[in-house]
């Protein structure tokens, strides 16, 4: 939809490199009290004293991770920073800085390269990140974004995928399945605009997936929602790839099993209602889907009491013996063996 | 080229995207004592203690920065890192971990990754940094490298490019101007071998120029060697888009103007050579050539003494007040106004 935009389009070879990286990035200002230096030398100056620093890096390509024809520049811009700042949060970090990697074919205006940067520093604005660094070059066709993002954390409060033990607790934070949801619903969409271009869309009763898609949000309000009930997970992993994919990392890493109980799955109202118009079923679009951005952890037995009743939270299993393998126990309280089918971003491509 | 060979290839897609990532990172370790956690979670973990981190990142895109018809994917790697490393080394800190990320579309079987792969972990190995994290991910087409590097710094050591002062000298390490000329051999020699494919080039004459092209070396060094002189540089930066651009950078960054001697410029025989058979300005490939990564510095003039007989380092010119502009005083003892003519990867593309 980018080409049929009729404004004033400014081409990025009439500002060259080096013009071009000074236009994005020459009001960026820098807030975290770790960034001696931003933009603007060979590399960025941090300091983060005592604490721990995380480093996380995500690579994004149109046509492979992202479709333009419905993703607007700007939630584009601000999802790609997110997913990265979901991953520092899952390691129970604090993100603080970021840098911004871009590549695009000749075909993208300056224009919309602001609006790309628009939502990534609304982003980092949001998430209260420093952008320190990054590159800005051509590509041979598309866009492509690569985002490295750093944290900061305490000793004790880092938290790895390998901490799990039998007999803990599986937790999800809000609920899951709707961002893929989202996904099938922008899709038909687009097939319904290619056939007809003048029909215009209500997606209200679609608000909450399609914005669970175009607009993500990292959980970085987990690490003090846990901190104040004096819960620390013993293993943690955003929920990227989908449920059972993200299920099998922890219990492969830390050696354990796992029951996931069917009954128990957070499932939004609208979710509910579009699995049933798409004829979907719930629970695969819920384990496969991915792109929740939500965070999966475990935590001791002993700590029940303190979460059951939380709104943030839901209680979807327990840990069992690595022997005991990985299962599903569904609604007929039968149990069958979880599977990974996240989403898989090299076998989907075709040249 | 890649097309020719008749090997046994595995397709990408025949592994999927974890079990890529884990065949091409299932060996990685790691070294550094401030790597606490590297490749397998959400994020690395690493602990600089009271020192400074230093972040730098960069982009390179097949068809823009790299041609694999005369770059071996071995030595692409091992460049890929080296690039990065530059840029922590021009801050005057100690390399210690990289991030990689790689999009390739499926024309590219499972052996070339590895080969990519083998240059990184090479060049990871010579320069004594830890791979840490990175995406593997596809294209819509050709490849993409991203990488990230990051360093250690102690407060007082980091060196800025705003340092320098009027008096300054500026001095810069190596040689120049031979990467340039070595992509202009191999480009002749695709030429010729796109006419005669059975025609074998004799390269030996461009043996060093070859060398800095496809397989350059960061300066890991001179933070050892100036130290070793007791000589800490007031300003610096790495040699990546051309002399005349970083003298440019460094200038207006420190607010000071500079006069450049052509009769002192670095240059190898070799250069000098095959500037005449292409029949080339050798002043100007010097000093607009770029991919030296080399680092240009300033220092202090009471340093003088300290470095004028290191044959490391050479005295290239000297830092004036800013109003005195920036100029190459050339062997006929004219000024003339020196001009940015770095590599300009965006007003290069073409689609």
Known sequence: MLEDKNQERTSLSSLGEFGLIDHLTKDIETNQSTTLKGIGDDAAVLDFKDKR??????MLVEGVHFDLSYMPLKHLGYKAVVVNISDICAMNAKPTQITVSIAVSNRFPLEALEELYSGIRHAAKVY????????TTSSQKGMILSITAIGEVEEDDVVYRSGATNTDLLVVSGDIGAAYMGLQVLEREKQV?????????DLEAYDYLIERQLKPEARKDVKGLLKELEIKPTAMIDVSDGLSSEIMHLCKQSKVGC???EEKLPLDPQLINVCEEFNLDITTVA???G???ELLFTIKMDDFEKIKANPNFTIIGHMTEERGGIHLVTRANTKIALKARGWDAISEDEE
Chains 1, 2 share one sequence.
């Open 193 to 201: 605009f290619e056939v007809n271009p003048n029909n215009q869309p």
């Open 259 to 261: 029951d996931l109980y």
């Open 53 to 58: 620093t995380v480093v996380s890096t995500d």
């Open 291 to 293: 792109e929740d951005y």
């Open 287 to 289: 384990l496969s889907g």
């Open 128 to 135: 209260d990140v420093d952008i320190v660094g990054g590159d």
